[in-house]
């Protein structure tokens, strides 16, 4: 089992979890949108996001939480606090719509520290490429719920695009690294992932 240690303010995580017995977390369209409205009320306020995916039963997210004097302090909360919201929040609207009842996530939500420049690359690449690993589709641009494409966009986004990008050095790398091939189960245990 993972140790779960506190968010600390200015540092980048990669935060996931799954549907609790690995049930479905997102089961139409509306779901995956409602979703984002929540993460836009309850996340940005508190944390820039990198890298995001959306899959049927689980998700990932690469933040970096603000430091306290990017934040509005009034009815500052502890950050796992805000990401608790969410999920409740969430779990609430899908429970009412689906007739059910408990628990929709997995608890404590997942948290690792990112703390190299390697490790944030080859998680965005895990992040964006996630739905190839599962069979979604061949390639991070055909799947329509992780911020690959809003990386790729010129669209005004809360996404730090830029910034994701510079890690890459630029587009065409960002690209090229996204097309090679890429070995999900190395990954995944060289990012200790569960």
Not at 39 to 46: F, G, V
């Amino acid at each position: 089992m993972q140790a779960i240690y506190p968010l600390e303010t200015g540092r980048y995580y990669h935060i996931y979890n799954r549907g609790i017995n690995s049930c479905d977390l997102f089961t139409e369209e509306d779901n995956y949108n409602y979703f984002i409205n929540l993460y836009e009320k309850y996340i940005d306020p508190i944390a820039d996001t990198f890298a995001w995916v959306l899959m049927p039963n689980h998700f990932h997210l690469l933040v970096r939480l603000k430091d306290v004097n990017e934040i509005d302090l009034s009815g500052l909360k502890p950050p796992h606090q805000y990401f608790s919201n969410l999920f409740n929040a969430y779990t609430k609207a899908y429970n009412k719509r689906n007739n059910r009842h408990g628990a929709l996530f997995e608890r404590p939500f997942k948290r690792k520290l990112i703390e190299d420049e390697s490790y944030f690359k080859q998680l965005v690449l895990y992040i964006h490429n996630n739905p190839v690993h599962h069979g979604f589709c061949s390639h991070p641009i055909e799947y329509g719920w992780s911020s690959y494409l809003t990386c790729l966009s010129h669209k005004p986004t809360k996404l730090k695009r830029n910034e994701t990008i510079d890690w890459f050095n630029d587009e065409a790398n960002f690209k090229y690294m996204h097309n090679k091939a890429v070995e999900t189960m190395q990954l995944e245990k060289w990012l200790e992932i569960e």
